[in-house]
Each structure stands twice: as structure tokens, then as C-alpha cells.
């Protein structure tokens, strides 16, 4: 049969199937609804009645929502890759912040350099990675980056147990390192809703949260202790932060500091070794699995959703953007994989959304 029209045939019957659903529901809220309303007992129904209904209500719910899901993500979806803006594939990927208009920032922990690129994915600045002392420059190695509120680019060093923040104002004409704090082993960075700045502090199992000033010195210090082997860090639109532990789970913590939930415990889900991880603006989190060599998106409704499940040789750390896109570091291929994970709803020429009235195939398919 021909491949166009099986997929017709079986978005229809899934169309139908909620439409029967909808109209017997509403159907039948209708007629029930005065005659509890106007009667002591419930007639017929015991307490088991409700309970089994309840039970299946809940369930078909769930599985509406994953459902929906299905629908709106993507799997595999690779769309281009980006090649190693470092060069030699000895210089490991290991950092990469998105920002809303898809310019990208990327580090390697082997190569003293920060590269942007834009949306095309060109090179198009790259900041060197080096300390003013005196007449001498000496570079370091950034393991991670992101964004400070001002727009200044800030970098993990692990091997200096500093934060470096890039001050392009400084006395000297092409900008200026500037040392932040001193952290056991600085590994992952990010930036809150609030402008503070997240850094994981591998070692001693902890997150450090602060704000920096006009001078770059550390503000209201705030520790999250007891994790184990804290990689990765971002924020959540909600004033909230997902960590990621070395071969165990991802933890995450509300705008209080206070553990919420770990994603493995929520979703009842087995991570090998989770990496980097992301946010997106619906609050879906993504998380990379180093072991696994996939990805998977976790919602904010419904299951697990993995959006890459093939073609990853030895993936990191992730990013993604306000279109759907996310992008994946793959050490292995030494290069960054882009790939679309969402697609939005298509309502034609109706201004007024989709009908809802009977389900509708319409004859000319449109994928976001």
C-alpha cells in the first residue's frame, strides 16, 4: 500500500478515535450531570464504579498526553552537522551555550579557545583563551560556557579552579580574562532566570550559586551540597535548576534550592551516564546519555520521549534553540549534530486554529 496513503488512513483513525472519546464524554456529562444534581443517591453506581473509572479516565488521559507528544517531537531527525570549529578531533567538544536567536558559543577542554558562530553555524569571532601576567600571556582551558546577564562570555577552568568571565572593556584593546572566585574543580556552568551564575563543583560533590557585580566580585554565595559527581547544569524557566551526577541520575531543584525530584525517579527512568542537558522555552528537559548514546526529552506532561536514539558516537553535551532545534556535541564524530526535535501545528488559512468539529485529513500534509 502506498506509504502516503497508510499514513492518512492512520492519522484519521487517530483523529476519530479522539473525536469519539470527546463527543461520548461530553455526551454523556450532559445527561448524567441534572440527575445527580437533582437526586440524593447515585442510583446504580457504587463506590467500585468510580474507582474503575477513575482508573481508566486517568489512563486515557496519559496516554492522550503522550499521544500528543508523539505528534509535536521528532526522532532523528538530523537536519546538518557543524564541523569542529577547533579542528583536530583530539580537541574534545565539551561546552556549547544556544542562545535565543541560535548563535552558538563552543569550548573544547583541549584547545584554548572560545568560538561563535552564527546561525548558519560560520565562525564568525573567536575569543583566545589566555591569562595577562605581566608581559606573558598564559592560556587555560575552558571546560564549559554560557552567558552572564550583561552578555559576557564566562568559562569553567578546571585545571585553574576559576571562573574566568571575558571583559571586553578592559584596559587591554582585544579584552580581558578576569578571574572569578576559586572553586575546587569547576566543571559545569549556566545562568539562572535571576542573572546568578551555576557552577558544578565536581569533586566535592557540590553547585555553587552567586551573583557577580559591576566589578566582578562574588555576591549572596549560595551552596547546593550532597550530589555526587555534579557534570552539567542549566536553569529552568521557573526559577529552577537541573543538575546531572556521573553515571547516576539528573536532580532538580526548585527557585528555594530545595531538591524537587530526580528525572529518573519522576519518569521512572534508567539513565547510563547523563551528561549535558538543556531547557527549552516550554520547559521540556533534554538530556544527553553518554553511555546510552541518545537523547531524551522529558516533559513537563507525560513519558520520556527519546528525539535521538541513533547515529551518536560519543555525544556530551547539548543545546537548543527557540525553533526546535537542538544541537548535540558528538566527540566521537568531532563535530555538532543538528537536529529538529519539534514541529508546531499547521492550521492552514483558518485564522480562527483548527475546526473542531468532525476530523479532518487534509489532503496536502504540512510537517511544522
Known amino acids: 500500500m502506498d506509504y502516503s496513503l497508510e499514513t492518512s488512513k492512520r492519522k484519521e483513525k487517530l483523529l476519530r478515535t479522539m ?5 461520548k464524554s461530553g455526551n454523556t456529562l450532559q445527561k448524567t450531570s ?28 496519559q496516554d492522550l498526553e503522550n499521544i500528543e507528544n508523539l505528534v509535536r517531537f521528532r526522532q532523528n531527525e538530523l537536519m546538518h552537522k557543524i564541523a569542529n570549529p577547533h579542528g583536530d578531533s583530539s580537541n574534545g ?29 560560520q565562525v564568525f569571532q573567536s575569543l583566545h583563551c589566555v591569562q595577562n601576567q605581566g608581559r606573558s600571556k598564559e592560556p587555560f582551558l575552558p571546560e564549559d560556557v554560557t552567558l552572564t546577564r550583561t552578555g559576557m562570555v564566562a568559562v569553567t577552568d578546571m585545571v585553574g579552579g576559576v571562573i574566568r568571565i571575558f571583559n571586553p572593556h578592559s584596559k587591554f584593546s582585544d579584552g580581558e580574562w578576569i578571574n572569578v572566585g576559586k572553586i575546587d574543580c569547576p566543571k559545569g556552568i549556566g545562568v539562572d532566570t535571576s542573572g546568578k551564575l551555576l557552577v558544578t563543583d565536581y569533586t566535592v560533590g557540590k553547585v555553587h550559586i552567586f551573583a557577580i557585580d559591576h566589578t566582578f566580585k562574588l555576591l549572596n554565595v549560595q551552596t547546593i551540597t550532597g550530589l555526587t559527581g555534579p557534570r552539567y547544569i542549566c536553569s529552568t524557566y521557573d526559577g529552577g535548576i537541573v543538575v546531572s551526577e556521573e553515571c547516576d541520575d539528573v536532580k532538580v531543584y526548585g527557585s528555594n534550592l530545595k531538591l524537587m525530584y530526580s528525572l529518573g525517579t519522576k519518569y521512572c527512568y534508567q539513565f547510563g551516564n547523563p551528561a549535558g542537558m538543556c531547557v527549552d522555552t516550554e520547559g521540556n528537559i533534554m538530556v544527553v546519555d553518554e553511555q546510552k548514546r541518545n537523547v531524551v526529552l522529558f516533559p513537563k506532561i ?7 536514539s541513533a547515529g551518536l558516537k560519543k555525544p556530551t553535551t547539548l543545546a537548543c534553540s527557540s525553533n526546535g532545534i537542538v544541537f548535540v556535541m558528538d ?12 514541529v508546531t501545528p499547521y492550521y492552514g488559512s483558518s485564522k480562527n486554529g483548527p475546526s473542531s468539529h468532525s476530523p479532518h485529513i487534509s489532503p496536502k500534509e504540512k510537517d511544522g
Open 302 to 308: 507525560g513519558s520520556p520521549v527519546c528525539i535521538v
Open 34 to 61: 441534572p440527575l445527580l444534581n437533582c437526586h440524593r443517591g447515585m442510583g446504580m453506581v457504587t463506590v467500585q464504579h468510580v474507582n474503575h473509572l477513575s482508573q481508566k479516565a486517568s489512563q486515557i488521559c
Open 93 to 121: 567538544l565539551s561546552g556549547i551555550h544556544c542562545c535565543l536567536d541560535g548563535t552558538t558559543y563552543i569550548v573544547s577542554v583541549s584547545s584554548p579557545w572560545v568560538h561563535i558562530l552564527n546561525r548558519s553555524g
Open 331 to 342: 566527540t566521537g564524530d568531532n563535530c555538532i549534530k543538528v537536529f529538529k526535535y519539534r
Open 19 to 23: 473525536h469519539n472519546l470527546q463527543v
